[in-house]
Every structure is written in C-alpha cells, then in structure tokens.
C-alpha cells in the first residue's frame, strides 16, 4: 500500500457560492479539503465541497470510516454536512470532531444544524454509526491504522505512544476570527507535515504562534480572503490577505505555501492577482482551487 499523502481541494471559496463563468477557474464551493492515507479518509470542514466528496466516496471509494475535522462552524464550513450522503448510510463509520461555541458543545451544533426547523432529517436519524468528539488547543488526535475508534491526548501533560504507520494531528486555536475562534490543524504521517489554517487574520510582522506550528512543514495552507483594499475595509473580519499568508510561510520556513478561502467578489482574475502579491515575498506560493490535487 502506498505511503503517499493524498490532498484535494473541494472547495475554496470563503462566505458563500458563487456560479458563472468569472469564477470558473477557482470554483464556487465553499471549504473543504480531504486527506487520504493508505485506508484513512480524513476531511476538514463541511462547506458545500464536501457534497461532490460525498459523491466520489459512493463511487470510487472501498473506504468506510471517514473522519470529519471542523476547523469551525461557520456556516460556509458546515453547509455541505446534510447533502454529504455517507452520512446517511449503514456502512460508514464517522468520527466528528470539532469544538464547542460559547454554551453550545460541539454535539449540540451538529444536532442543532439538522433539526427540523432547518431540514427534515435530523442528524440523530441519519443512518450511519458516527461518534462526537470536541477538540481544544494542545490537543492531539492519533487516528490509528486498525482502528476505527480515534484517540486524543493533551500533548503537553498526557502520556501516549506514536506508532509508524499512526496519522497525528495536532490542533491550534486560534482567537483571530470572530467570535469564537478557529481550530488550526496540523496533519502529520511518517515525517511529511501540512497545515490546515483557514478563517485566519494575521498580525503585524506574522502570527507567531501559526510560525511556530507550522514551522517547516512541507505544506502551509493558508487563508488569504482579500486584497490590500478590500482588507482595510474588512479588518478585524478574521480573514487574510497573500501578503500576510506569505509573510507567515516565509518566517515558518514552510516549504509550499497554498492561498485558499477567496472572497465570493473575487473573479479569477482578482484571485490571480493574489499570487504574484504573495511570490514577492515567498517564491513558493501557489493558489488553491476546486479540484486541486497534491501528492506528498
Ligand atoms: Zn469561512
Ligand atoms: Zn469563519
């Protein structure tokens, strides 16, 4: 079995779809990502690309046990969850794991999203076997190769063992992006490391708690919502520009940088401006589009 990472990019788009011919190139899903190593399918977030995974899972996938990661639960980032059709079937097993908002834990959010006032399935009624797990900063997930069953761990004061063939991910939360925050995630397997940092506003001179997770990972995924002029607009909306996304890669030491979460007003064009903004600092910057495939 082989030992590559498998990334794709579902989705890229940040705050809502968007159709027609000007957004061809990037696409109008909103985010998500998976991850597959050797048997494991892991996700993050729930934006409406999770529908067409949905769909190539059924079709081309033997893979039964799917692991959901919510980076939040914004609603361009769980919008996919009830057309996701794994989660309506017998035979998939799905761990979700996510993080609490203010009063309401991570199982009422997901209980609450697909209720009756919002859709007539609720999420209790859907058909698979899945399991909730809430996730906070420091933590670690091991998802190991014959089990199902997920484990995580404070990695600062609990005692665990890391096996060869074990994927880790670590999590960062990150308060710069109203109101509750966003997880980070860092995907580890045999020496090859991805971060996952979407919904993000960086600081002055870089977020120096994103340049220590990411800190020579072979790939930073990165949020980079707006150009210079929409940002001074947007401030404080929790969302990046290339510049700022660059400027993290570059003080990290990353080796790839991918710019994703593009406002819905950005036509490719403007999207293809992003780049060479973020290649004047960090040569190696790349974009994010639907359908992107990476093999690490
Ligand atoms: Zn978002
Ligand atoms: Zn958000």
Known sequence: MSDKIKIKFWGVRGSHNVFGDEYKKYGGNTTCLSIEIRRKIIIFDAGSGIINYGKDILKNKKNTELNIFFTHTHIDHIQGLMYFTPIYMKKYFINFIGSAVFNASFSDILNNIMDHQYFPVKFKQTGSYKKIYEIHDSQIVIIREDNSNIEIYNKNYELYEI?????VIS????????VGGVNIYKIEYKNKKIV?????????YG???LIEFSKDVDILIHDSAYLDEEYKIKQGWGHSTPE?????AKRANVK???LTHHSPDDTDEIV????????????????????????L
Request: with cysteine.
């Open 163 to 167: 096996e060869e063939n074990d994927i």
């Open 171 to 178: 999590c960062m939360h990150a308060i710069n992006h109203p």
């Open 196 to 204: 996952f940092a979407t919904d993000v506003e960086s600081y002055a």
């Open 207 to 209: 977020d120096e708690k």
């Open 244 to 248: 700022m996304a660059a400027i993290n």
């Open 256 to 258: 790839k940088l991918y």
């Open 272 to 295: 293809d401006r992003k780049l060479k903004i973020a290649k004047k600092t960090f040569k190696e910057s790349y974009l994010a589009y639907e359908g992107l495939e990476i093999d």
